[in-house]
């Protein structure tokens, strides 16, 4: 087996061979196929592990552990000039300073090792191209690579034409630090022309946990709120509106035992105008300098507690975010029928004490659902509306649309 250094080459000896992407944690390995142009030609030349086959290519477990891409060189389309193994941290804000993947080139027919890489000095980069499966004079080579990214699976997706986000932000193929989340701020000044809120629909009752019930609105005076379909909560306590980190829980369950259900949790964020600023979701983890953070991908739903999270720093938000909507996604088009005990909560980042809770008591074979929406006030308070409103998408790019229109 022959050890490869960044940039160097050699000619593959099989036609069918497979890339073992590994390392001491979790990563998101994927494979691009690349046109002359140094682009995929549509979003089914991108291969993951929620969509694990594409012309030629296809993504599965590694037996050692981590994952694998195969590549079958003479089912690869002619159009094709390269094939791009690509890995990305799992955790949020996670860099590979200190991690060293490793990348084992194998004949996949035999299992025999024809070479590996381990790209060096990395620090600060989220994504990796690690290596690349290239035709050259009509015969297959590897190359090592090793280029890092800044912005994790957005960069690279955004270089090679995957249109996951939109728009998705410039990559940064040079290594750069990552910024650090925001300490909570002194509330900001009001917006010029903040969306419009929902209207409130209930008041606290009961000892400890509030419902909405009437006319006016629940705060968090009497502690835990449960909210139903259009209800809301102002997310103030005790006279003064919660202003420090929170975090929004979103977890689901199999309908049918024994089926797994693999969502998508994002939050997409919105100017005055009710236009999209920014969205946070898998393929990027940290949006708006740190103030919004992604726990990573859920691909079951099994077990017990939230199955994605994503934290808001409510007061190191910019002045221009005036709502934020929380979605669910599924991408692979299984259908929101199929799911069962879908929730979301909000949770004091500091405390872990759950503040407000909404569960999805009704479901449609769809494959999206806009699950609750934060909008700022004039006065500077934030407040949650329950929406369980379901949509036609399966990512979210396409729950910006009905998000903004539902401000």
């Given amino acids: 087996m022959t050890a490869m250094t960044p940039g160097s080459n050699l000619p593959l000896t099989a036609a069918r061979v497979a890339v073992d992407v590994t390392a001491p944690v979790r990563l998101d390995v994927s494979g691009l196929l ?25 993504h599965s477990a590694a037996p050692a552990g981590g994952d694998t891409i195969t590549v079958d060189t003479a089912a690869v389309p002619d159009g094709i000039e390269k094939i791009v193994v690509t890995a990305s941290l799992d955790a949020a804000g996670a860099t590979f300073a200190g991690t060293e993947p490793t990348a084992t080139v194998r ?28 035709r050259r004079a009509g015969a297959w080579k ?21 249109t996951v986000d939109e728009p998705a932000a410039p990559s940064a193929a040079t290594p750069q630090a990552p910024p650090a989340p925001p300490a909570p701020a002194a509330p900001p000044a009001p917006p010029v022309a903040p969306a419009a809120a929902a209207p409130g629909t209930g008041t606290g009752t009961g000892t400890g946990t509030g419902t909405g019930t009437g006319t006016g609105k629940v705060n968090l005076d009497k502690g835990r709120v449960s909210l139903q379909k259009n209800q809301t909560v102002s997310l103030v306590k005790g006279g003064r509106p919660l202003l420090g980190s929170v975090r929004m829980g979103l977890g689901w369950e199999p309908a049918f035992r024994g089926k797994n259900i693999d969502l998508d949790a994002s939050v997409i964020a919105y100017g005055p105008d009710r236009k999209k600023i920014d969205n946070c979701f898998f393929g990027k983890l940290m949006i708006l300098g740190g103030a919004v953070q992604h726990s990573g991908d859920n691909l ?79 006065s500077g308070e934030w407040e949650m509306t329950a929406m369980g409103e379901f949509v036609d998408a399966r990512t979210v790019r396409g729950m910006v649309k009905p998000g903004g229109q539902a401000l």
């Fill in 107 to 134: 004949n996949a027919d035999d299992g025999s090792a024809l070479a590996s890489f381990t790209p060096p000095r990395l620090g600060s980069e989220t994504a990796l191209v690690v290596v690349e499966i290239y």
């Fill in 300 to 378: 079951t739903g099994e077990g017990a507690g939230d199955d994605e999270a994503i934290t808001v720093h409510l007061g190191g938000l910019p002045p221009e975010v005036t709502g934020l909507v929380f979605v669910v996604n599924s991408f692979s088009g299984q259908k929101f029928s199929d799911v069962a005990k879908a929730y979301c909560r909000l949770v004091d980042a500091r405390t872990g004490e759950e503040l407000v809770r909404f569960d999805l008591t009704h479901a449609e074979p769809r494959t999206g659902v806009m699950m609750a929406k934060l909008i700022r006030q004039f």
């Fill in 142 to 162: 590897v190359r090592a690579v090793g280029q890092g990214y800044a912005n994790g699976l957005a960069g690279i997706a955004t270089d090679f034409g995957v």
């Fill in 34 to 58: 690349l046109a002359a142009d140094g682009k995929v030609r549509s979003d089914a030349d991108f291969v993951f592990y929620n969509q694990p086959a594409g012309p030629g290519v296809t």
